[in-house]
């Protein structure tokens, strides 16, 4: 039995293959860390003291027993793997597809009260994460009270949602969260610029979420994946021979 195609139907399926192949033969993919610049965190139970050198950092929320609000911030170089990524696949021809966030901790485990006073106990509850465009801070300025500079309003700088999370507090560690592909975060690693992440627990939640820092060691890993977008050339020689393959056989029946 012959199958006999008509031209419409010859140039829709060269065109489905053709959109098949980018993501099949040709698309690599790969996973690079950019350097921790900055980490710390700010709690609204002392509001003018700088935690830049603590081991560790937390994001909670207030509770009845210790009526804190602590936020955290963290800032990556994506210098480094931009020029790693423009050396792999050259400038233009890659693209960001997941963002993850990976965080460490010495006290995973719920109901328990971390070594230092100044952390509220750790405990479950829901948090945020979103990309902040203040980049202009030092570890050692930060405080609660000069947070209102970073942010929107004061500080008239944008906070874009990278997600809302849920923290289980149920002693595991690390936990690696997948972040929105929010634009703007996207572009800075487009651009090799700088990228801070603010944390916050969400409204109502009494979550108490500690992770290492720098000083601590095992800090956040940020953990961008791209995967290659074929060269124009590249898909035009593609698409040109499969279009040629389907007239030989068109000829042939």
Not at 75 to 97: E, L, R
Not at 167 to 191: C, F, H, K
Request: hydrophobic letters at 40%; zero cysteines; a negative charge.
């Amino acid at each position: 039995m012959k199958l006999h195609l008509k031209p419409k139907q010859i140039t829709t399926i060269t065109v489905l293959a053709a959109a098949a192949f980018p993501a099949s033969l040709l698309a690599q993919t790969t996973t690079l860390s950019p350097v921790v610049d900055a980490n710390t965190y700010v709690s609204s139970g002392q509001p003018t003291t700088s935690f830049s050198g603590k081991g560790a950092m937390e994001i909670a929320g207030p509770t009845t027993a210790q009526n804190n609000t602590e936020e955290s911030l963290v800032q990556f170089n994506t210098a480094t793997i931009q020029s790693d990524f423009n050396t792999d696949y050259g400038a233009g021809n890659w693209a960001v597809t997941a963002v993850t966030l990976t965080l460490f901790s010495n006290f995973p485990q719920g109901g328990v009260q971390p070594g230092n006073s100044s952390f509220n106990v750790i405990a479950p509850g829901g948090f945020e994460l979103d990309w902040l465009s203040a980049n202009n801070w030092t570890q050692s300025e930060i405080t609660y009270n000069y947070m209102p500079n970073l942010l929107p309003g004061t500080g008239n700088n944008a906070l874009d949602s990278l997600g809302d999370f849920n923290y289980q507090a149920n002693g595991t560690s690390p936990v690696t969260w997948s972040l929105n592909l929010d634009p703007n975060m996207v572009r800075e690693i487009d651009s090799g610029g700088l990228i801070t992440i603010f944390g916050q627990p969400t409204a109502g939640s009494t979550v108490g979420y500690l992770f290492n820092t720098t000083t601590q060691g095992n800090p956040p890993v940020l953990s961008v994946t791209v995967t290659e977008v074929p060269e124009p050339g590249i898909m035009a020689l593609l698409v040109s021979g499969l279009a040629g393959l389907a007239t030989v056989r068109r000829w042939k029946n």
